[in-house]
């Protein structure tokens, strides 16, 4: 029993022997650096901080306030299904007689106009591009 309380003396001892001692500093001006923090361990971070040190940079903040008009803002992206769609509603790209082109009048084989030099070249153009 003696040996025992003697140990329970002895760790009682050495842990008040071995307790830290804690303050509080004071508080540092602004803008200067404790000379108790930790240095950069790597030389790459201890230029970066001299340069910002050295070197600072101010941004300018812009506020912008307006509003946008909803008719000039693009439209949104469409899927390939809408597309598909749209493509199938443009109708049949061949010729019906009786309607009107490009302001030229089509018969059903002639396209034709006011200036018979331009339906000419029309024609022309139809028949070699088909």
Known sequence: MLAASFASSLVFAS?????EQW???RPL???KQSPLSAAPLQKQAAHDKELAEKYPVFFQRIEV???RDPDKRPPPPQTA??????V???GSPE??????YDGYYYDGTLFW???PMSFAWKNVTHWFGH
Request: proline fraction near 3%; aromatic fraction near 4%.
């Open 23 to 25: 303050q509080i500093s």
């Open 88 to 90: 199938l509603n443009e």
């Open 29 to 31: 001006p602004e803008g």
């Open 65 to 67: 306030e307006g509003v």
């Open 113 to 115: 106009g006011r200036d």
């Open 95 to 100: 010729l019906i007689a009786g309607r009107t």
């Open 81 to 86: 299904e809408q597309r598909f769609a749209d």
């Open 15 to 19: 842990s008040l022997s071995s307790a």
